[in-house]
């Protein structure tokens, strides 16, 4: 069992920087995988990033390439979302997954555990 909570959402206003973490517990050496995922009102559940949990390597949305930024430490059991530039469109519950398992990336389906979400709201 892995547990995930993340923490660090909030109200910005729009071109401003918000970092969300996203604390790792449990079963920590069987993730393969950690993800960010967000939704909107009344929009589907979409991916924003990945890394491996053991290298760092990282995929971006396209939404998310060039201001959003992945990372973790594994020393913390941490996950972390460095989002730069906020739009109004970035306003979502935004949630950390993980997997067990090599594969797919994308689609939520695909991963074994979730956070609760963490609300951000990007407005003036």
């Known amino acids: 069992q892995v547990v995930l909570l993340e923490s660090g959402g909030g109200l910005v206003a729009p071109g401003g920087s918000l970092t969300l973490s996203c604390a790792v517990s449990?079963?920590?050496?069987?993730?393969?995988?950690m993800g960010w995922f967000r939704q909107a009102p009344r929009k589907e559940r979409e991916f924003v990033a990945v890394?491996?949990?053991?290298?760092?390597?990282?995929f971006y949305s396209e939404s998310a390439q060039g201001r959003f930024s992945i990372s973790r430490d594994n020393a913390k059991n941490t996950m972390y979302l460095q989002m730069n530039s906020l739009k109004a469109e970035d306003t979502a519950v935004y949630y950390c997954?993980?997997?067990?398992?090599?594969?797919?990336?994308?689609?939520?389906?695909?991963?074994?555990?979730w956070g609760q979400g963490t609300q951000v709201t990007v407005s003036s």
């Open positions: 449990g079963r920590t050496s069987s993730v393969v995988h």
């Open positions: 997954a993980a997997k067990n398992s090599g594969g797919v990336i994308i689609p939520p389906r695909a991963y074994d555990y």
């Open positions: 890394l491996t949990w053991s290298g760092g390597s990282t």
